[in-house]
């Protein structure tokens, strides 16, 4: 079936760098492509999204970058802080398939001081 | 302002009983969702619902049953507990057209 998965388990960076959460897609027909942060013993909690018919979309300290052509989706954090510290999932939603909100694996970020 | 609730915060339970996992919000979402974490397997979506009467199926919905008898509540339901069932279990609310989900702090269940 349709799936949103990611490339790389595991990230670590250095503070101060600039880090970039990768995520590979199936669904060509989702409506939105989401970024979930989730921190140890909490649920996600939202970052940003991109509709399908965007390229890219800033939000503080955060880019997001779709590219359609090989179904591939980033979430590029400037300036890595310890707080950003955590395992961030893609996500996508499809509203013809019932809007079902469909996660992906999860790439765990580590930040090193 | 609570957000969105979920109950019990942990609970062991033995193989074959039936538990029900509370979820409520007060956010007047008309979107619902229930997740399962397993480690390494991210969260999978169980069932969903869009509006209150109204259910679907998710990713991995076999051994739960859901109902959504008003807005805001949602509970899940193990008719017959498994071994398998072992997880960590989120649920969520938002707005129908919106994107931004908002997640229960997690039911930690262990069945032995």
């Known amino acids: 079936g349709e799936s949103v998965g990611l490339h790389l388990p595991t990230l670590s960076v250095q503070e101060g760098d600039n880090s970039i959460i990768n995520c590979a897609y199936s669904n060509s027909a989702s409506d939105y492509f989401i970024w979930y942060k989730q921190e140890s013993g909490k649920g996600p909690q939202f970052i940003i999204d991109i509709r399908s018919n965007m390229d890219k979309r800033q939000g503080q300290r955060v880019t997001v970058l779709l590219n359609k052509t090989v179904k591939h989706l980033s979430l590029q954090i400037a300036a890595t802080q310890p707080g950003d510290s955590a395992v961030y999932f893609c996500?996508?939603?499809?509203?013809?398939?019932?809007?079902?909100?469909?996660f992906g694996q999860g790439t765990e970020l580590s930040v090193k001081p | 302002i609570a957000g969105i609730t979920q109950a019990p915060t942990s609970q062991i339970l033995a193989a074959g009983r039936r538990m029900t996992l509370r979820c409520t919000q007060d956010?007047?979402?008309?979107?619902m969702y229930w997740y399962r974490q397993d480690l390494g397997l991210g969260l999978r979506l169980i069932h969903y619902s869009n509006t209150a009467g109204t259910t679907g199926k998710g990713e991995v919905p076999d051994g739960y049953s859901v109902s959504r008898a008003n807005t805001d509540d949602f509970p899940l339901t193990l008719a017959s507990a498994v071994p398998s069932q072992t997880s960590v279990y989120f649920c969520a609310s938002k707005k129908t057209m919106n994107t931004e989900a908002f997640f229960g702090q997690g039911t930690r269940l262990t069945v032995v």
């Open positions: 996500a996508e939603i499809d509203y013809n398939q019932g809007g079902k909100l469909i």
């Open positions: 956010m007047r979402h008309n979107a």
